[in-house]
């Protein structure tokens, strides 16, 4: 186990099914879902939730269902579908043909709801939406029964099913639960279960004008679907005793629901509402902007899902709300491309070099170890020739006493190449530099000194009649708050404004020319890099930095341990 990983991280939900399967509770069977309503994209928090809901079934041999909660088609688009699918599968994670939609329980959902109102246990409210909320009362005070809370059934049926047929306009008619406008639990004030809504739905169109809403549809999904651990975050605690009032009365199957805590991450917000603001805001670029906690947004910065997942394994499940690093996740990251991501040589900000005791015209193939964490991956042949590229920062002409890299008079390493030695420094009419003349040792080749000569630092290179031009992206984090929106702040007022930093011009080793669109690379001594899914091209690549090597994980890990 390395210095920085956690022993397994405790999750209760795999206790409470341990539990489950020793008495035989569900006659051996887990059955979970992932019950995404589509009306935004996927975020970090997401995955937590489906990483637990399909890792939960794998591990006890049962099965997760993808169910869309549909009930809201004034906020829900085809669009939040598509992208729903292609987050989930992309994690890795497959709900074989159980892609399952609330809506498709509308009919069903209309019998119960006529059964709950034959029993005398729902009926239709004609208050307004403004004196229904006036009614509910507060945290504090009861609520007030309606007027029309003793209704006949009778009547009560025929006004739901006019409701149905559309006769009335919206907001005029609700069905309600008939439970306890005293209840210290709000949810439990006989709350609404049907409204008007005429608005087309993305899947049924026209053939509704009431809607379900959200918690009456999501008990009952769970139920019809047969599920058996129905796991959900800590604000749904409050309405458990609703689902159970709902599933008792009508008498049907009656999952465990299992409250855990939401993934809260710091320098980071993780609300649909508040990611929809970022992009219409226009702080960002889209949904899949490489800086948004979306499931997209880190794929196009180059976050891979096993990542993902280990991060989502190792943050563990609680019953406690907390917030994690956001280091977390970059460090599970770093420890996934450090074992497979090819290293490479880039040139971010170029300086030209100049060996002037190399052959003009002349050049030459060097070997360079593509991953010296797997042998496996081989090598790969770099050109060098007498007109180089290096890290502008990587020469001083005065440098401070704890500089070690390139200055005049003094000799580095060239990776995978020579030694070279600074002899001149060429300025433009401003005195900035603009081009250094070093000279090379033909004794060095391959980066070692046969005398047994050595030098403080290595650069990456590049050969300038070889390299590749590319535009490269680094980011920083959206904000510069670790808790966005602390405090009475507006969260945007946290948003940090040197979050993207577009370099163009950059210089790269003629291999990454071929740089398929998400391939991911370490650029040596500058980070992992990941070729632009939407606008990297052949032969003109884009590349995002997906994180930088510093890990502050593995530091934060280490202080813990002194
Ligand atoms: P948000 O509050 O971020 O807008 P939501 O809860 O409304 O999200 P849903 O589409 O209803 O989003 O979420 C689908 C599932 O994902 C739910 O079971 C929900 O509990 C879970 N989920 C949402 N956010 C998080 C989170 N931050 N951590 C863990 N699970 C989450
Ligand atoms: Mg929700």
Same mark, same amino acid.
């Given at each position: ?9 405790? $999750? ?11 008495? $035989? ?32 079934? &794998? ?62 246990? =729902? ?62 639990n709000l949810n439990m004030r006989d709350p609404t279960i049907y409204r008007i809504r005429k608005t087309a739905h993305h899947r049924t169109g026209d053939k509704w004008v009431i809607y379900p809403m959200y918690d009456y549809t999501h008990c009952l999904s769970d139920s019809l679907e047969g599920i058996t651990h129905s796991l959900c975050t800590l604000e749904f605690e409050d309405h458990r005793p609703l689902y159970d009032w ?26 649909? +509402? ?43 499940? &609680? ?7 956001? =280091?977390?996740?970059? *460090? ?161 007022? *946290?948003? $940090? ?23 991911? *690379? ?14 990297? +091209? ?15 994980? =593995?530091?934060? =890990? ?5």
């Amino acid at each position: 186990m390395s210095q920085t990983e956690t022993p397994t991280p405790s $999750n209760f939900i795999r206790n409470f099914i341990q539990e489950d399967m020793k008495s $035989n509770k569900w006659g051996g069977r887990v059955i979970t879902r992932f019950p995404p309503e589509p009306n935004g994209y996927l975020h970090i928090g997401h995955a937590k939730s489906i990483s637990l809901n399909f890792g939960m079934a &794998a591990e006890f041999g049962g099965k997760c269902n993808l169910r869309f909660d549909d009930t809201n088609p004034l906020k829900e688009e085809v669009e939040y579908v598509e992208s729903i699918k292609e987050d989930v599968k992309w994690l890795g994670f497959d709900w074989e043909n159980r892609e399952f939609y609330a809506s498709d329980y509308f009919h069903q959902l209309y019998g119960f709801a006529v059964r709950l109102i034959e029993q005398g246990d =729902a009926y239709v409210d004609s208050l307004s939406p403004e004196e229904i909320r006036k009614y509910r009362g507060t945290l504090t005070e009861p609520g007030k029964e309606s007027p029309y809370r003793d209704r006949p059934v009778t009547e009560n049926l025929d006004l739901f099913e006019r409701m149905r047929a559309g006769e009335f306009e919206d907001g005029a008619h609700v069905l309600r639960a008939k439970i306890d406008m005293a209840s210290g639990n709000l949810n439990m004030r006989d709350p609404t279960i049907y409204r008007i809504r005429k608005t087309a739905h993305h899947r049924t169109g026209d053939k509704w004008v009431i809607y379900p809403m959200y918690d009456y549809t999501h008990c009952l999904s769970d139920s019809l679907e047969g599920i058996t651990h129905s796991l959900c975050t800590l604000e749904f605690e409050d309405h458990r005793p609703l689902y159970d009032w709902v599933l008792r009365t009508l008498e049907v199957y009656h999952p465990r629901q299992i409250e855990f805590a939401r993934l809260n991450l710091s320098f980071t917000v993780l609300s649909k +509402r508040k990611l929809i603001q970022l992009v219409e805001g226009g702080y960002v670029s889209g949904w899949d902007d490489p800086r948004m906690p979306t499931i997209q947004g880190f794929r196009r910065r180059g976050f891979t899902p096993e990542s993902i997942r280990t991060f989502c394994e190792r943050i563990g499940v &609680a019953k406690r709300d907390s917030v994690v690093d956001l =280091a977390l996740l970059e *460090h599970c990251l770093r420890e996934d491309l450090n074992k497979r991501a090819p290293r490479v040589m880039g040139v971010l900000n170029p300086l030209k070099v100049v060996i002037t005791n190399y052959p003009e015209g002349e050049s030459e193939e060097l070997e360079a170890v593509n991953n010296p964490e797997d042998p496996a991956a081989g090598t790969r042949q770099v050109p060098f020739s007498r007109e180089l590229y290096i890290e502008r920062d990587d020469f001083m002409e005065d440098p401070p006493k704890k500089f070690f890299r390139l200055a005049p008079g003094r000799e580095v390493r060239l990776r995978y190449a020579y030694f070279i030695k600074c002899e001149e420094v060429i300025k433009d009419e401003d005195g900035a530099v603009v081009e250094v003349r070093c000279a090379y040792d033909p004794a060095t080749r391959g980066g070692d000194a046969p005398d047994g000569r050595k030098v403080k630092a290595t650069l990456h290179w590049v050969s300038a009649g070889h390299a590749i031009e590319a535009e490269v992206r680094l980011y920083d984090r959206l904000f510069n708050h670790p808790n966005p929106g602390a405090g009475k702040t507006d969260f945007t007022e *946290h948003v $940090n404004p040197k979050s993207l930093t577009v370099l163009k011009g950059c210089k790269l080793e003629p291999s990454l020319a071929s740089a398929e669109p998400e391939s991911l *690379h370490q650029f040596e001594r500058l980070g992992y890099f990941c070729a632009d899914r939407r606008d990297s +091209r052949p032969g003109r690549p884009t590349f995002n930095r997906s994180v930088t090597l510093r890990d502050q994980w =593995a530091k934060i =890990a280490q202080k813990g341990k002194k």
